[in-house]
C-alpha cells in the first residue's frame, strides 16, 4: 500500500491537455491530494500498476483511449475507485444509449471549481456507505 502524504489521498488526473491537466493538479493539490499526472490512458494504467490512488480525474477525448475506455478498465480493477470524467460533450453523452461503464461523475468543459469539486464530492458519496472490497 502506498502512504498517504497528504491529508485527502492520492489523486491521478489524465488529460492529453498539458494546461488542463495542470489547471486540475493545482486545484486537487489546493485541496489537499498528493497528485501525480498522465498524458493518457497507457501512462495512466502505467501509474495504477505503480501506485495506488483515492481519485481519478480524466478526459473523455484523448488520443490513445477515450475516457469512458480507460474508466471501465480500471473499475474492473478498482470498482470503488472514484472516477470523474471532464467532457465538452457531457451533454450529449448523458443522452446517448451508450453507457458511461466505469465513469461516476461527469463535469461539463469548460468547468468550474465549484463544478469539478461538487463532482467530486458526489462520486466519494456513491462509495461512502459501501463495505470496501
Known amino acids: ?3 498517504n502524504f497528504s491529508k485527502k489521498g492520492r ?5 492529453d491537455d498539458s494546461l488542463v491537466r495542470n489547471a486540475i493538479r493545482l486545484v486537487l493539490v489546493s485541496d489537499g491530494y498528493d497528485v501525480q ?3 493518457g490512458g497507457q501512462q495512466a494504467l ?6 495506488e490512488f483515492d481519485l481519478i480525474v480524466l478526459d473523455f ?3 490513445d483511449m477515450k475516457g469512458d475506455q480507460l474508466a471501465e478498465i480500471i473499475k474492473q480493477r478498482l470498482p470503488r475507485l472514484p472516477i470523474i470524467m471532464l467532457t465538452a460533450y457531457g451533454e450529449m453523452l448523458r443522452g446517448s444509449a451508450r453507457p458511461m461503464t466505469g465513469v461516476d461523475q461527469l463535469v461539463d468543459k469548460p468547468f468550474s471549481l465549484e463544478a469539478l469539486r461538487e463532482g467530486i464530492a458526489r462520486a ?6 459501501a463495505p470496501k472490497a
Open 61 to 63: 477525448e484523448m488520443p
Open 11 to 15: 489523486a491521478l488526473v489524465v488529460d
Open 46 to 51: 502505467a501509474a495504477l500498476d505503480a501506485g
Open 37 to 39: 499526472t498522465a498524458a
Open 124 to 129: 466519494f458519496a456513491l462509495y461512502k456507505d
Open 1 to 3: 500500500m502506498v502512504a
